[in-house]
């Protein structure tokens, strides 16, 4: 599997942007998606994950009430859409999958290209 993240970029605090992630030559819609963030000198961490209709999703703590993934099984792509971005937010991001068909709770195993969100204060 090949995950693409992409859609960062530089925002001012309290900014928004919306990344997405796609595959080639395989479908996501059978498959619980997740978003991942790696500070620089820090480990990865959880951000949220969707469940493979788009019905359940989960946040670390957080990205809540900011942060939403959601998913268009129809053009193939999972988003997470970042609101009231804080300087904390600062990372690279990534998406992964669980391979398990349907699901959930998720046990993701593999992630793709990331893409950098810079949040300047």
């Known amino acids: 599997v090949q995950l693409q993240a992409s859609g960062g970029g530089l925002v001012l605090a309290g900014g928004s942007l919306r990344l997405s992630c796609s595959t080639s030559?395989?479908?996501?819609?059978?498959?619980?998606m997740g978003w991942f963030r790696q500070a620089p000198g820090s480990e990865r961490e959880f951000v949220g994950a969707?469940?493979?209709?788009?019905?359940?999703?989960f946040y670390r703590d957080s990205a809540k009430g900011r942060f939403t993934v959601s998913r268009d099984n129809a053009k193939n792509l999972v988003y997470l859409q970042l609101n009231s971005l804080r300087p904390d937010d600062t990372a690279v991001y990534y998406c992964?999958?669980?391979?398990?068909?349907?699901?959930?709770?998720?046990?993701?195993?593999?992630w793709g290209q990331g893409t950098l969100v810079t949040v300047s204060s």
């Open positions: 992964a999958v669980d391979t398990r068909l349907r699901s959930w709770p998720p046990d993701f195993v593999y």
């Open positions: 030559g395989r479908s996501l819609s059978n498959y619980a």
């Open positions: 969707i469940d493979w209709s788009g019905g359940q999703t």
